[in-house]
């Protein structure tokens, strides 16, 4: 499957290359280049997400040591690192309502990746003008992060396919690895948290990560 997942954009590139060799302009040039760093751009993506898939698996060594972390400080970062590319799709990005007390005892630059992952999904398949929100609770004694969209969702039928590695729904404009949301589950299968899909308030999509009580709750 990764070998497939890279042989895509690779075999995009080649000709990629003769077209800049051959360009007979400077205008036609700049366009031949600009196709092939986007094609480097796509099969860099792969590999990273690759490689972070691979860093999550259970045999992967060394671990960091565990550490607490605060789920709304890891929603405020997310959201802050993805306000550029929210901006640049007119997408209203910001954390609705974050509880101090939610803390998780796990890695905390894979529970980074787990909120960006996330973030970055909504956002790439928000239209134009719609919203992301990110809320952070506790409940019963656990806590939970939780991405809402005003996307067109998915049906209820197909939620449970898209963590599979390399899925992607047929129907989808936005380029991407299909390796997203499978990250997102290997890191909550690593921390014992759960992910709910449902529909979101918002009138798109809503994925919540439920994290165990913590030991002394």
Not at 127 to 144: I, K
């Amino acid at each position: 499957d990764a070998a497939h997942e890279l042989r895509t954009p690779l075999t995009a590139l080649q000709p990629q290359v003769p077209l800049t060799e051959r360009a007979g302009s400077p205008e036609e040039r700049r366009a031949a280049l600009a196709e092939l760093r986007q094609g480097l751009i796509r099969a860099s993506h792969v590999v990273q997400q690759l490689l972070t898939l691979a860093r999550q698996e259970p045999s992967a060594t060394p671990r960091p040591a565990p550490v607490t972390v605060a789920l709304a400080d890891l929603a405020a970062r997310a959201a802050a690192d993805h306000a550029s590319l929210a901006a640049a799709r007119d997408i209203d990005l910001g954390v609705a309502d974050a509880d101090a007390e939610a803390r998780v005892t796990g890695d905390a630059a894979a529970l980074a990746t787990l909120a960006a992952n996330l973030v970055d999904n909504a956002i790439r398949y928000t239209p134009g003008g719609g919203r992301v929100d990110l809320t952070v609770g506790v409940e019963g004694g656990a806590a939970w992060l939780e991405v809402a969209d005003s996307g067109p969702g998915i049906p209820e039928a197909e939620r449970g396919r898209v963590f599979d590695r390399f899925y992607r729904r047929h129907d989808t404009p936005e380029p991407g690895s299909g390796l997203g949301l499978a990250i997102v589950q290997a890191i909550a299968d690593r921390h014992g948290a759960c992910i709910t899909l449902g529909d979101s308030p918002l009138g798109g999509l809503s994925a919540r990560v439920s994290f165990p009580p913590a030991a002394d709750s």
